[in-house]
């Protein structure tokens, strides 16, 4: 077994070269908007205890990926783990699938998996090993170096989703909530394939539905539902609010607008860490 899962797409969904992905990163960050919940007198800056974000290339989601990630910004020293659950789209999966390697590489660094945390779950039957699961798939890759640009020094729990329950999702995600140090990224596209009128009118009403915690979304609404559906499982009993951050869809960014797919960038904060 490989102890380490090399980058996989890039080249396809971001640069290859290391340079050229970090000014990227860095680009599409600096146009982000500042954190919603920056630094007040009396108050310290807030962070997003978890995040919804897209997972297409760059070019297509990368802006709209960037608006949650800038939102961490106030928590680089603070946050040591990121929990990262994305759907699987290449090898089939019951449960949720952990990579049974000891880190991941990009172009940007390696980043050591949360051995804790594997350790944590062990005892849930939802939760497998898979390699090939991984080996792969980009819904979770794409997010690794804008997770190393705005973060300090970070493990990775990394998690590919099959066929499992919104409890199944929720009961892992209540396993390794942790605290400020931890955060959670949800990995899902909005819509698929439909015309651009038809895609904003359905992923208005899938936001909608995200930002009232309401965990019966469809996998034609969010490719990844099923991890969706278990942070908005989780997130009532966590007091957690939902928050929207952009939505757009891939004929607004670089593709036409006869076949779109959705995007969307949302934002999860506890209701007792708001600023008012």
């Known amino acids: 077994m490989q102890s380490v899962r090399p980058a996989a797409v890039a080249g396809s969904f971001y640069p290859r070269q290391a340079a050229v992905l970090a000014r990227e990163v860095r680009a599409l960050l600096a146009q982000a908007a500042s954190p919603v ?6 108050h310290p800056a807030v962070t997003p205890k978890a995040l919804i974000v897209p997972h297409a290339g760059y070019i297509y989601s990368g802006a709209t990926a960037a608006l949650a990630y800038r939102q961490l910004a106030p928590g680089r020293d603070r946050i040591r783990r990121v929990v990262l659950l994305g759907p699987v789209h290449r090898v089939p999966v019951r449960g949720l699938a952990l990579p049974g390697v000891a880190a991941f590489d990009t172009q940007l660094g390696r980043i050591p998996v949360d051995q804790d945390g594997v350790a944590a779950l062990a005892p849930l039957p939802q939760v497998v090993v898979s390699p090939e699961a991984h080996a792969m798939e980009h819904s979770l890759e794409v997010q690794l170096p804008f997770l ?21 999702v929720a009961q892992v995600l209540d396993t390794v909530w942790g605290g400020p140090e931890t955060v959670i990224v949800i990995s899902s596209d909005l819509s698929h394939f439909l015309p651009y009128r038809q895609a904003q009118a359905v992923d208005q009403a899938s936001v909608r539905q995200m930002l009232q915690l309401d ?7 969010a490719c990844g539902g099923t991890p969706v559906n278990g ?3 989780a997130a009532p009993a966590h007091g957690l609010t939902a928050e929207l951050l952009g939505q757009c869809n891939s004929g607004d960014t670089a593709g036409d607008r006869d076949r779109v797919v959705g995007y969307a960038a949302l ?3 506890r209701e007792a860490d708001h600023v008012h």
């Open 148 to 168: 190393q640009t705005v973060l300090d020094d970070f493990t990775l729990l990394p998690l590919a989703v099959g066929h499992a329950s919104p409890a199944e």
């Open 37 to 42: 919940h920056a630094d007040a007198p009396g």
């Open 215 to 221: 965990a019966t979304l469809t996998h034609d609404q």
């Open 267 to 269: 934002a999860f904060y």
């Open 231 to 233: 942070l908005l499982l």
